[in-house]
């Protein structure tokens, strides 16, 4: 596979960008694309081919889950079994920003997104260029870190192509990500649980939940 590199505005991307981004990911290929902290891999989560596509292009175990990135809540609302307060409390605390929440999955995602175990993690990211093409495409994406399961994240576009090449179809290079990775939250159990540190201070977290 050759995977082409475009720069893009990552503040104000052309629709040139978004259409050719948003064409790959209905044809079922994955491409990578700047996040407000980093670079990430996206793809159709309804499109079994491009899911399998995602844990070929990262080596990573199927047996993991694939997080997904969502427009709003009442997206969210649409992938998930079920939702109860603390989701709501959180993501209106918390969203847009980096915050990914664990939700039991419906049965419209695919099992295979969840690793085999019926719970989906969301969230919806603060970047502009994620964003439209969220709304272009009107569905959520899977969104995972753009690199090979195990090395370092890529905060570089040209980063990101020499470690993809031959893996994605497609690298959007807006420059050097800066923002701090995001908090995942399971609030699936009784008792919610800290799944990964990020940007989101537990103490935060906690202070929103309280009573709940």
């Not at 605390?93 to 929440?101: D, I, K, N, Q, Y």
């Not at 990775?181 to 202070?207: C, F, H, L, N, Q």
């Amino acid at each position: 596979m050759a995977t082409d590199l475009i720069e893009i505005d990552i503040e104000h991307p052309s629709t040139d960008a978004i259409e050719r981004a948003a064409a790959a990911v209905r044809r079922g290929e994955v491409i990578a694309i700047p996040t407000e902290a980093l670079y990430t891999l996206v793809a159709d989560p309804f499109n079994l081919h491009a899911v399998s596509q995602v844990f070929v292009a990262k080596g990573r175990e199927t047996q993991r889950s694939l997080p997904l990135l969502v427009r709003d809540i009442l997206m969210a609302e649409e992938l998930a079994a079920e939702m109860n307060s603390r989701f709501y409390l959180l993501a209106r605390h918390f969203w847009p920003g980096p915050l990914t929440l664990i939700v039991p999955a419906s049965a419209r995602v695919p099992l295979k997104v969840t690793g085999n175990t019926g719970r989906l993690a969301m969230r919806q990211s603060k970047s502009n260029f994620a964003n439209a093409l969220l709304e272009f495409l009107d569905q959520p994406l899977i969104a995972t870190s753009a690199n090979i399961s195990g090395q370092p994240t890529c905060r570089r576009g040209i980063d990101v192509f020499g470690t993809m090449d031959g893996r994605v179809s497609l690298v959007l290079d807006g420059g050097l990500c800066t923002g701090e990775g995001a908090t995942t939250v399971d609030i699936t159990e009784p008792y919610w649980r800290m799944i990964k540190p990020g940007a989101v201070d537990e103490k935060e977290i906690a202070s929103c939940l309280k009573g709940t």
